[in-house]
């Protein structure tokens, strides 16, 4: 039996990301997890490990080729698998429903994250993949399924990219400017900028503490969108424009802001 990182393997070449590929894998993700029910093994322990070759397969897939593996997680999500009563298959992990609940999903996308895109010693195969798990998500998130609504990630990324530093955005020096975290914001902003724009626009506020601001702002009190946000992100992204120009993701996403 296929694992989940063959099954996901064609959707990662143009040549082979075909709507068969597509349907063979989410039928394939099905019958799998059947057949660990089947065998008395975890649910939760075959969806985890299903979402992590996921995001193993978006890191190896450029963002401008990530369009199968999108549209396999839209129609995994709306596929239901049964057990052998021909109910719906239950996680033990919050008592969720495979697949429309989308168990480990979320754990998987947070372990994604948790990484620092200025860490020197990363080669750029290295930064590749962290870069197009990040464009991954942005582009799920952008998608019309609620279910994989991940903005606040984005949020995150870009408030690790322009707040962090100790000066403001326009003031930092270009050596300080990680072409990999603005990238990674960058994607952000391509896909998902224009809802955060009209957040800024809106000055929506998040819960608790998901959205404070960091760094030389902490003490503005930012607690989500706004305008003065918005606009710190933009002198940010237009730093990173400078220091690297010919980049075009950055171009792009400077542009579209």
């Known amino acids: ?17 075909t709507r068969e590929a597509i349907t063979a894998a989410v039928e394939g ?12 093994e975890s649910v939760g322990g075959y969806t985890q490990r299903a979402f992590f070759d996921l995001f193993e397969a978006a890191g190896r897939t450029p963002f401008d080729q990530q369009d199968a593996l999108v549209e396999f997680s839209i129609q995994l999500q709306k596929t ?6 021909g109910k719906p298959l239950i996680c033990e992990h919050g008592h969720t429903e495979v ?17 620092d ?12 993949v962290v870069e197009n798990q990040a464009a991954f998500m942005a582009r799920l998130s952008a998608s019309p399924s609620p279910a994989f609504d991940l903005s ?7 408030r690790s990219a322009f707040e962090e530093h100790k000066s403001a955005p326009s003031e930092i020096p270009p050596a300080e400017i990680s072409r990999t975290a603005a990238r990674i914001a960058a994607f952000w902003i391509r896909f998902k900028g224009e809802e955060y724009r009209k957040q800024s626009s809106r ?13 030389k702002y902490k ?17 940010g992204l237009r730093a990173a424009h400078e220091k690297f120009p010919s980049d075009e993701v950055i171009k792009a996403a400077l542009e579209a802001m």
């Not at 606040?152 to 870009?158: I, R, S, T, V």
């Open 203 to 215: 000055g929506v506020t998040l819960p608790d503490n998901l959205g404070v601001s960091w760094g």
């Open 29 to 40: 993700f099905t019958t799998q997890i059947q057949s660990v029910v089947a065998s008395g």
């Open 80 to 85: 239901t698998a049964t057990d052998a009563e």
């Open 99 to 115: 697949w429309k609940d989308l168990p480990y999903f979320d754990l998987e996308a947070r372990e994604t994250i948790n990484f």
């Open 219 to 235: 003490e503005r009190g930012w607690r989500g969108f706004n305008e003065d946000r918005w606009q710190v992100w933009k002198d």
């Open 1 to 17: 039996m296929a694992t989940p990182s063959e099954l996901l393997s064609p959707l990662t070449n143009p040549s082979t990301a």
């Open 117 to 128: 895109p200025d860490i020197p010693d990363m080669n750029e195969d290295e930064r590749a």
């Open 152 to 158: 606040l990630f984005g949020l995150w990324m870009l």
